[in-house]
């Protein structure tokens, strides 16, 4: 029989060591390779909602926009926007041939700040849940 709660506990436990190695790479100029972590724990936090939300095991996907939708969350538009844009960060961690510029530290910081509002809501939401 499938536990739920262990299934959720193992995503947030996960997404929240993937957010501080992503801050800790990002720290030491590490872009592309923080951003893939900070991707990686919105996707796992994501899953953790699907977990509960559907009372069944995340499917193995990476697309944060379709995990949210799986989720039922009620994203608003800004919020959706910011998970395509995450998505990005995906690709560019898994294909080296397709990969873009490396963003400036504004830009990264900019996408920090922005992530971690959306990051720390759905651990909010998870918790109250």
């Not at 990476?62 to 994203?75: P, S, Y």
Request: hydrophobic fraction near 40%; include cysteine.
């Amino acid at each position: 029989m499938l536990n739920i709660g262990k299934q959720v506990e193992y995503w947030r436990n996960g997404a929240m060591e993937d957010w501080e190695v992503g801050k800790d790479l990002i720290g030491r100029n590490r872009f592309r390779h923080g951003l893939f972590f900070l991707h990686l724990a919105l996707e796992k936090i994501l899953k953790a909602h699907v977990c509960r939300n559907t009372d069944n095991i995340a499917p193995p996907i990476h697309n944060l926009v379709r995990l949210a939708e799986k989720a039922g969350l009620g994203l608003t538009q800004e919020q959706q926007n910011l998970l395509a844009e995450a998505n990005e960060f995906n690709i560019e961690g898994r294909y080296p041939e397709l990969l873009l510029p490396v963003p400036t530290q504004e830009e990264v910081n900019n996408f920090m700040v922005r992530a971690e509002e959306i990051f720390k809501w759905l651990i909010k939401q998870l918790d109250h849940q």
